[in-house]
Nanobody, 119 residues
Framework: QVQLVESGGGLVQPGGSLRLSCAAS????????MSWYRQAPGKERDLVAT????????NYADSVKGRFTISADNLKNTVLPQINSLKPEDTAVYYC????????????WGQGTQVTVSS
């Protein structure tokens, strides 16, 4: 059974940092692209960052470049995004996503973790 379990969300002040985590199980990590999406209230779910489980290559949305770093621990099947210099507009539910690198219809989502940036 495939599972993606996010953790690490919470309330943080503007300018602060937060480390999220996505623990994956039930599939071979190296065959998937692992991504983080976020959805703010009343807005669509947007792609924030992706890391290839096979190559480790990363891609970031322009809105988070320079502030968001995604890494993966292939032995622990865990994806670890670090968000720095948080802004109020980063407030959203953050979702972990796994999509097979070849069979792209094989896609899984976590339940989401809330990140709130406020003073």
């Amino acid at each position: 059974q495939v599972q993606l379990v996010e953790s690490g969300g919470g309330l943080v002040q503007p300018g602060g940092s937060l480390r999220l985590s996505c623990a994956a199980s039930g599939f071979i990590f190296g065959g998937y692209a692992m991504s983080w999406y976020r959805q703010a209230p009343g807005k669509e779910r947007d792609l924030v960052a992706t890391i290839s489980g096979a190559s480790g290559r990363t891609n970031y949305a322009d809105s988070v470049k320079g502030r968001f770093t995604i890494s993966a621990d292939n032995l622990k099947n865990t994806v670890l995004p670090q968000i720095n210099s948080l802004k109020p507009e980063d407030t959203a539910v953050y979702y972990c996503n796994a999509r097979h690198l070849v069979f792209r219809g094989n896609e899984y989502w976590g339940q989401g973790t809330q990140v709130t940036v406020s003073s």
